[in-house]
C-alpha cells in the first residue's frame, strides 16, 4: 500500500513542477505560504526525491 502512496505523491509533486513552469508567477503557494517560485519548484523537487526514496526501498523488500 506505500507504493501506491509513493506513487501517487511523485506524481503529484511532477504536476505541480510542471505546472509551475506554465504559470507566470513569480511566487508559489505552498500550504498558505507563499515563497520565490525557484524554492517552490525546489520543494516540489525535494519532496519527489523522498517520494521516490521511500518507493525505491518498498520495492528492493519485495
Known amino acids: 500500500m506505500r507504493k501506491v502512496f509513493s506513487i ?6 511532477l504536476i ?7 504559470t507566470t508567477s513569480d511566487t508559489g503557494e505552498f500550504f498558505g505560504f507563499e515563497m520565490n517560485i ?7 523537487v525535494a519532496l519527489f526525491g523522498i517520494m521516490l ?10
Open 38 to 44: 525557484w524554492f517552490f519548484r525546489l520543494l516540489w
Open 53 to 62: 526514496n521511500g518507493y525505491l526501498k518498498e520495492k528492493r523488500k519485495g
Open 8 to 13: 501517487i505523491g511523485m506524481v503529484i509533486a
Open 16 to 22: 505541480e513542477i510542471i505546472y509551475s513552469f506554465f
